[in-house]
């Protein structure tokens, strides 16, 4: 086992792997990263399951029976996509109970070309709900304007979510609102608190890419220090955001019904720009109550040389407030960064199923 991964875990961190694949899950891959690298969670997204789609033979029976079926391409996707989800939800059902329900989850996305609808993104959270049919899956619903209220419908009816694709501190308040609004309303409802989970992924990488293509431009010494800068700066605070509605009376209300805390989850943490240590986003985020999900290269990199050295956000808000503080001050727009972030982001997902849709259709065709 891992050492390194272990010192993280304790820290209080929940190590979740963001990859999927039915080859991962047949060759007991999964099982052995539970094991041996603290594994306790998995992330999936549309870019996840086009790449798993494209590579070996592992769906090639089921695509075989769908086309002998005659399903629709859409329902094909979804029962390909469900398959692996149901499955490895049931791998980590075992660390689910050991940990009482806060690990051992699964997240699986709506279809991210209804990210700017709320009642399609509604239907779809609910059809995938009942789809996967297992308690420790999460529903994972875009913090776009639209998917608010949709992220608050979902928990009022007992549906546990990942928001994803947050990039601004206002969007990450916005979601908090969306999940304490849908956990009050599933309190009216009677329902039980307790067996509802929610995390928000705010993502990391992507905004020192962005930001940093910014600073270049801009071109000034001081513009050109602040790279690599931005995006441990903009999760710290927004840990510190997280931590000022957890000690909200709104909160302990809700606590003392049942409830379960929202807790972060540190998304996109694989470095881009090769000239940064390859830990960056694992070893500069640590504090108890978070999530990290890593793709497997960064899995690998904090387990063979990550350097977790004690609480890395706490006792560091003031520093990333004069980091925020300096970007304004070199020029770099943080309103105008997320929005593309988000926009970026959400086509990046729609190409991503269109892949799949492809790849999916044309092996429908082969069988």
């Known amino acids: ?11 209080g961190v929940s190590i979740w792997l963001d990859d999927i694949s039915r080859e991962r899950l047949r060759t007991g891959n999964l099982k052995g990263l539970i094991r041996e690298k603290h594994v306790v969670g998995v992330t999936s997204n549309p870019t996840i399951f086009a790449s798993a789609l494209s590579k070996g033979d592992a769906y090639d029976a089921q695509i075989r029976d769908l086309a002998v079926r005659g399903v629709d391409l859409e329902e094909a996707v979804r029962a390909i996509t469900t398959y692996d989800i149901r499955w490895a939800a049931d791998v980590l059902r075992p660390v689910f109970d050991a940990t009482d329900g806060v690990d051992g989850r699964v997240s699986i996305e709506v279809d991210p070309r209804l990210a700017k609808d709320t009642a399609k993104t509604i ?17 994972k619903i875009p913090a776009t304007v639209e998917g608010l209220p949709a992220i608050t419908k979902a928990l009022s009816e007992g549906i546990s979510v990942n928001v994803t694709l947050i990039f601004s501190l206002e969007r990450y308040r916005a979601v908090m609102d969306a999940w304490l609004t849908g956990l009050e309303q599933a309190k009216e409802k009677g329902l039980d608190l307790s067996g509802i989970d929610s995390v928000a992924s705010f993502f990391v990488s992507r ?10 431009k801009i071109g000034t010494p001081e513009a050109k220090a602040l790279k690599g800068k931005a995006a441990i700066a903009n999760a710290r605070l927004a840990f510190a955001a997280y931590e000022d ?19 972060p989850l ?42 977790i050295e004690g609480d890395t956000i706490r006792p560091l808000y003031e520093d990333a407030w004069n980091t925020m503080a300096a970007l304004k001050e070199a020029g770099v727009d943080y309103d105008d960064v997320v929005a593309v972030l988000e926009r970026e982001g959400v086509d990046k997902f729609e190409a991503s199923w269109k892949e799949l849709l492809a790849t999916v259709e044309s092996e429908l065709r082969k069988a």
């Open 1 to 11: 086992m891992s050492e390194i991964l272990k010192k993280l875990s304790d820290q």
């Open 123 to 139: 239907a779809e959270a609910r059809a995938l709900w009942w789809l996967v049919d297992r308690p420790n899956t999460m529903i």
């Open 207 to 216: 905004v020192d890419t962005e930001i940093d293509k910014r600073l270049e």
């Open 245 to 263: 509605v957890i000690n909200s009376p709104r909160w302990q209300a809700l606590k003392e019904a049942g409830a379960r805390p929202q807790r």
């Open 266 to 307: 540190w998304a996109s943490t694989g470095t881009k720009d090769p000239s940064y240590p390859d830990t960056l986003y694992v070893d500069q985020l640590v504090t108890s109550g978070t999530v990290n999900t890593m793709p497997e290269k960064t899995l690998d990199a904090a387990a063979g040389h990550g350097r």
